[in-house]
């Protein structure tokens, strides 16, 4: 089956508020309208979206697109509301809405890291945002091209340049918080045992974090 198709499904399958597969949908039909990465037209995208019927977004999200609509460019935005919130800007909605990335073939695997990283970077300054969204897009590009689980997880820990974010994820906390750290930690932690998105959605209650995670990947590893 597609990637691009199971990602998309996936996310559905853990999103319960909307707006992550939303995003993800947005991602998506940029990139296949623009065949490819391109960080202006997805701007603009995610810039209608919030001027129109946006929900769920996040705060951060919010926060920035606020911004942007009152005349701020989006680079003073994302600066901006970085300091506002004193550098707490580590959230996962961009490793939410990122895997369609990893399912659009036409990208090559060596090109994702750098994109997800300027794609976490429209809303998210912190660094470990754009680096657990690549470590995401990673974990997803692997399992479409059939790697198992166990040597997907090799693959991204060795990465040179995620090595040290990896570690970082497996030293966080087990929690049902949105710092994406914990996040990915707790989504790794029940994609490594049985009936993965269930237990996900019963940990996280009327949070909507780890289970987005592993909805998504479940979905790729169970139909690929």
């Not at 309208?33 to 769920?56: P, S």
């Not at 951060?60 to 697109?65: G, K, L, Q, S």
Request: charged residues 20%; contains cysteine; hydrophobic residues 40%.
């Amino acid at each position: 089956m597609d990637g691009l198709k199971l990602i998309l499904d996936g996310i559905k399958k853990g999103d319960k508020n909307g707006g992550p597969t939303e995003l993800a949908k947005i991602l998506t039909n940029s990139l296949i309208e623009c065949n490819g990465f391109n960080k202006k037209d997805l701007i603009k995208r995610y810039q209608h979206w919030w001027n129109t019927d946006a929900f769920d977004t996040g705060p951060t999200f919010a926060m920035v697109f606020h911004k942007v609509s009152q005349g701020i460019t989006i680079e003073d935005a994302v600066i901006q509301v970085n300091n506002q919130l004193d550098g707490a800007t580590a959230g996962c909605a961009p490793a939410h809405r990122i895997a369609p990335l990893a399912g659009f073939s036409i990208i090559p695997t060596n090109h994702l890291i750098d994109y997800a990283r300027q794609e976490a970077r429209i809303t998210h300054y912190h660094p470990d945002a754009g680096n657990c969204s690549a470590v995401m897009v990673l974990l997803c590009r692997y399992l479409i091209e059939g790697y198992s689980w166990k040597e997907t997880k090799k693959l991204v820990s060795e990465n040179i340049e995620l090595k040290n974010t990896w570690k970082s994820i497996i030293n966080a906390d087990f929690n049902n918080g949105g710092y994406v750290l914990d996040v990915m930690h707790s989504a790794i932690y029940f994609l490594d045992n049985k009936d993965a998105l269930k237990k996900s959605i019963d940990f996280a209650g009327s949070a909507n974090y780890c289970p987005v995670i592993v909805g998504i990947i479940e979905n790729i590893r169970k139909n690929i």
